[in-house]
């Protein structure tokens, strides 16, 4: 298994090898590095190529996907991924086209024009729109050629999430996930009672996550009801569209998967517990705190006093506040380590036995 993650040194790669928890061992390697440190097949060599180009800024879910959806497009991981690759690829690029027609609508409906006089290519009405797009170019700076590529860039940063009405990948999977918890709570009311925590565990993660999803793209859609501003604009607009989009992208990551293992156990009544099993063991937990830490474009929220204030142990270096989840882990993995090596104490001779 292998992560990519940002920091100061640039983009690092997490690497973990080993069967169980005794057997493994974890690699922090440089990005820039990785082909010097470990075997890479041509696949591997292709994927990180294709992720080059975006090391140097935080690497976000969406953009690794496009990343190996290319990759396998272009054949590197067999004829069948090759052929389900480059169909999803071309949908995606036909729904990127959609959403820039819906969008182009919308702002010439803001000039006054009939949204479908967009797409029945009158020769009158085209050149109306045209002259009136170059006067709002205008007053913008900008040229019409500039401003439709704006336009079409604000598509591209979109294409994933989509619009109210012209929903993308993101909102339908915010809505799977939305129905995914709905079936998961009409199961384990019928299911044994041992199935009951896990259910209602995996319940309260979705819930939590489609509680912080919910107040990005709320703030989305109200930026998206103006496209032509998110393009005349776009120095100040687009990066806090980025950011959301980021964060939906980070927020629902995972989530397909866990759909799809509990879609294939859905005609198996015995194998839905499993399934169930699998999923709390993997389902993507996100911290409570960030509902209250964090506003819906991910910026955090100011805290007051000096920068170089000193952080206390078991404190949220953000808010200066006790982390009651940190305490109660390490509570947990504490009272776990004592059942399964016995009661041991560490102090500055060593190791000794307490008990």
Known sequence: MARLRASERGAEVIMSAGTDERSRVVYIVPFSSLSDTSGMTLHDHDLCERL????????????????MLETAASGYAGEEAMTASQMALEGEAEFMETLHLTMLATIFEIFGFNKMDVFSGASMKSKEMFIRLQERAAQSGLSSEALLGEIRKVATICSSVGLNGTEG??????????????????????ANPDMHEVGNFIIRCAQHTLQIADKAMKEYDMLLKNPLQLATHADVIQPILISLVAKLSWLLDGWDQLLSYWSEAAN?????????RMIWSRVPIVPLREAQTLSASGNPIPIEGSPRRVVQAMHDWRTGTLDREMVERIEKAKAAAINRFGTHLVDGNGLRRAG
């Not at 990948?169 to 019928?190: G, P």
């Not at 198996?268 to 169930?276: K, M, N, T, V």
Request: neutral net charge; glycine residues 4%; aromatic residues 4%.
């Open 268 to 276: 198996h009544d015995d194998g839905r517990s499993d399934a169930l």
């Open 169 to 190: 990948r993101l909102k339908r999977l915010r809505n799977d996930i939305n129905a995914f918890a709905a079936e998961i709570e009409a199961y384990v009311s019928d």
């Open 52 to 67: 080059k180009p975006h090391s140097a800024q935080v690497v976000t879910p969406g953009m690794i996907r496009q990343a």
